[in-house]
């Protein structure tokens, strides 16, 4: 074991970046057989990709959003169309997505500028995170002439790989899609009872 002294705690942080420190093991070990954790994919941003500034998640994500789009366009020779509009369901009027980009008829793009970690877990998975699958089914859901969803990921602090996409068919999903049409009428259903019932 070595020892290693700091003058101040701004250094002492700087020398933690990129290491398994007794804070983060939890974050790092893995039952065998199991996906790795948050934490593998933070160690490898922090060896790879340059620091957050601090900007707020959703003002990045608005600032970036146009040079995520201009890219994909540029790359796929697709036009885009980026007006802020809102699709609405006609199952129940209370079900809308809002796309970030829509491809003529069958086509949407739906971009995510995340933390350098979740950005490199996605590339290196190839899967949508968790936190945004419904939202991916939810275009489908919507949408009944969506064939396909492209789910574009931006980093510019990733320079290696600071752009890619996933491309989610609905043939691909079908059984999901249909699943969770079910439960969001049933769930407004019951919302609207429990409204009804508040109300009068």
């Avoid at 990709?49 to 366009?73: K, W």
């Avoid at 059984?175 to 429990?194: C, N, P």
């Amino acid at each position: 074991m070595k020892t290693q002294k700091f003058q101040n705690r701004e250094e002492w942080l700087q020398a933690r970046t990129g290491k398994i420190t007794g804070t983060i093991l939890k974050d790092i070990i893995t039952l065998r057989g199991t996906a790795p954790k948050k934490g593998f994919y933070q160690l490898i941003a922090d060896r790879v990709a340059l620091p957050a500034d601090g900007e707020n998640a959703m003002d990045r994500g608005v600032r970036l959003e146009p040079e995520a789009i201009e890219r994909f366009m540029k790359q796929e020779k697709k036009k885009v169309d980026t007006s802020l509009m809102m699709w609405i369901s006609e199952e129940n009027e209370s079900m809308a997505i809002s796309p970030d980009g829509v491809i003529g008829e069958t086509g949407a793009v739906e971009v995510k500028c995340l933390n350098s970690a979740s950005h490199i877990e996605a590339w290196l998975t190839q899967k949508i995170p968790t936190e945004h699958y419904f939202q991916s089914l939810q275009y489908f859901i919507i949408n009944p002439k969506l064939k396909w969803l492209y789910f574009v990921f931006y980093d510019p602090r990733v320079p290696a790989k600071d752009f890619f996409f996933i491309t989610l068919e609905r043939k691909d999903l079908e059984v999901e899609i249909e699943k969770y049409l079910i439960q969001e009428l049933a769930i407004l259903k019951e919302i609207e009872k429990i409204v009804l019932e508040l109300t009068f």
